[in-house]
């Protein structure tokens, strides 16, 4: 009998069931119970019941998305049966339940080993949500769904909250999630702050803010966002830079670092220019005709989104498709202080 969490010899309901019926679901179970505990004995303790609310509206969100609450199932001679007894029709409803829980497993597991971190004396619990949506296309709402297409589509977001009364740091948690939904809002449509189910709609999405940084009374957090649509070829990745001033309670904007009226946008266009089309990847660029004046180069870099204020220098990153194609995939480009003294607000520290 496969060895999960608890005691397979008790287990009762579908879930529990569900988890015992395969050897690699139920690994997963000890993998993610263990990840679990450790993180609660990490937190501190006023945090605790908010974790071990997302733990539990985790498993409703992932019951209700695999009808694992169904626990009765037609069979063919029409009688009704426990979804998870002996008999062939339970038996595979057992294995469409544990196919659709693996995948949610394994990433429920990497938020959790990282639900606890403290950065410069600030503790930041990790948060989390599971949001599902019914797929729009009628042959993949079916029980019978497979694990590729469970009939639903899903987005598992995570972000540091942290774990202050200082008004300062309230105001920064408010501001990643609005980031956050704001990257989840629907093309053509005005922002609405607030998780929708609809932003989970055909896709299988994890929307993953990581531990944040420190430096200059600023706090990055890097966003990473990677969608797989049902029915695409490839998924679709972004990645972004959150960075917010602390005492002045706003975004970072091009202002705190750059002098205004300063030609710092046509000086990053040149050297970022020069990096790209001399770079391994230079074959797949868009456009070369307009070089450094290429319009996606320079909206892309005047985005702060795409900065990341490091020692070294002013990283930009590149989204996808926006000056080649996935295949082409374009490395940051780090431009030197010592390239943009001139152009830098006085005091500005890097």
């Not at 969100?61 to 979804?83: N, T």
């Not at 750059?258 to 020069?274: I, M, T």
């Not at 000056?323 to 890097?350: E, S």
Request: hydrophobic share 40%; aromatic share 8%; with cysteine.
């Amino acid at each position: 009998m496969p060895v999960a969490s608890f005691d397979c010899g008790k287990a009762i309901s579908p879930m529990e069931r569900a988890i015992c019926s395969d050897k690699e679901l139920s690994a997963a179970d000890v993998r993610m119970a263990a990840a679990y505990r450790q993180a609660i004995e990490l937190l501190p303790a006023e945090a605790v019941a908010s974790f071990r609310g997302d733990q539990r509206l985790w498993l409703v969100a992932l019951e209700r998305g695999c009808q694992i609450a169904e626990v009765e199932v037609a069979r063919k001679d029409g009688k009704p049966v426990d979804a998870a007894d002996s008999s062939v029709d339970g038996k595979a409803n057992l294995a469409r339940m544990a196919g659709c829980m693996k995948g949610a497993y394994g990433d429920r597991t990497d938020v959790l080993k990282h639900g606890y971190a403290k950065v410069d004396g600030v503790a930041f619990m990790t948060r989390s949500l599971l949001l599902l949506s019914p797929d729009s296309s009628p042959d993949r709402t079916a029980v019978g769904g497979t694990e590729e297409f469970p009939g639903f589509g899903s987005l598992a977001v995570s972000w540091p909250e942290a774990q202050s009364n200082d008004p300062r740091w309230t105001a920064w948690n408010a501001a990643v999630v609005r980031k956050l939904q704001s990257g989840l809002a629907v093309d053509g449509k005005p922002f609405k702050p607030g998780w929708r189910e609809s932003m989970a709609a055909d896709t299988d999405s994890t929307l993953i803010a990581a531990t944040p940084e420190m430096r200059q009374g600023r706090v990055s957090v890097g966003i990473t966002m990677n969608t797989m649509g049902h029915g695409a070829a490839h998924p679709n990745e972004a990645y972004l830079t959150f960075t917010w001033v602390l005492d002045k309670q706003r975004a970072l904007t091009a202002e705190d670092v750059f002098k205004p009226g300063s030609a710092w946008k046509q000086a990053l266009a040149v050297y970022a220019w020069n990096d790209l089309s001399h770079g391994e990847q230079s074959a797949g660029l868009y456009e070369t005709k307009d070089g450094a004046r290429t319009k996606a180069l320079l909206d892309d870099l005047s985005d702060v989104d795409n900065w990341t204020v490091t020692e070294r220098g002013l990283s930009l990153g590149w989204p996808e498709y926006t000056l080649a194609p996935r295949l082409y995939q374009l490395d940051d480009t780090v431009v030197p202080w010592a390239k943009l003294r001139q152009l830098l607000v006085p005091g500005f520290l890097p």
